[in-house]
């Protein structure tokens, strides 16, 4: 939709639908390791987005498949901890093993309120603390983090980027749209954020962009399924 081409390294399967997350079968290391590398090893990789990554052994192959690339290659990692319905998409050592082994390594996080809560290990229900936790990511891992908004309660969304030095946040929002069709979200943010990063856009017009395609998409859901249903990607192609 955005002029990229995605190679997946698929690190574990699963069955879901709208309404819930009923069965997780995570890939073997090894295998994850050996998708990365025959994609590397032909076309080539202009950017990269990493989101769920179930446990330490399936982390521990990514890094690896890691270091195999430039170190300039920009990198967003969504860390995807629970799916839309609540259910734990990882397992217990993968939070802190994502933090060890790839946090540094990312041009970009992109965490959402529960998520940001989880690390910080603290309530964040106001912008100011949000912001406080994504600043002190940030600096700790030298590197770029957006807190999302979208789970907060306010009229709203308001997203905000933080940098890894000491120069100003910056602060996006739109309104809110009332619709519980919002499956896949963070991935399809973190995806197209990753993919203008590939085409040589600087972070903060990436960000930008990528809101806007997202709120489109969201607009454009098709309404499908009894619980959180897809958004619209394709409806957003045609309105383009």
């Not at 030298?142 to 807190?147: M, N, T």
């Not at 995806?191 to 607009?219: C, K, P």
Request: contains cysteine; hydrophobic residues 45%; aromatic residues 4%.
């Amino acid at each position: 939709m955005l002029g990229g081409f995605a190679m997946t390294a698929l690190t574990a399967a699963t069955a879901q639908n709208s309404i819930g997350v009923q069965a997780i079968a995570p890939m073997s290391p090894d295998f994850v390791r050996q998708q990365i590398a025959s994609c590397i090893e032909d076309i080539g990789v202009d950017a990269v987005k990493i989101g769920m990554l179930h446990d330490r052994g399936i982390i521990e192959a990514v890094a690896a498949g890691l270091a195999e690339l430039d170190n300039s290659l920009p990198i967003v990692l969504d860390p995807v901890m629970v799916s839309t319905s609540g259910v734990p998409l990882i397992a217990p050592d993968a939070m802190a093993a994502n933090e060890d082994l790839l946090f540094s390594r990312a041009t970009l996080l992109t965490p959402n309120l529960p998520e940001l809560e989880l690390m910080a290990e603290t309530e964040l229900r106001s912008l100011d603390l949000m912001a406080k936790a994504a600043q002190s990511l940030a600096q700790e891992y030298g590197c770029f983090v957006l807190a999302k908004g979208g789970h907060t309660e306010d009229k709203r969304v308001i997203d905000v980027l933080v940098p890894p030095d000491d120069s100003p946040a910056m602060h996006f929002e739109h309104a809110r749209i009332e619709t519980p069709h919002t499956h896949g979200t963070g991935c399809t943010l973190s995806a197209a954020i990753a993919t203008l990063l590939g085409h040589g856009q600087n972070i903060e017009h990436a960000v930008q962009l990528s809101r806007q395609f997202v709120h489109q998409a969201i607009q454009a859901a098709p309404g499908f399924g009894g619980g959180n249903g897809p958004l619209g990607h394709q409806a957003v192609r045609q309105k383009a």
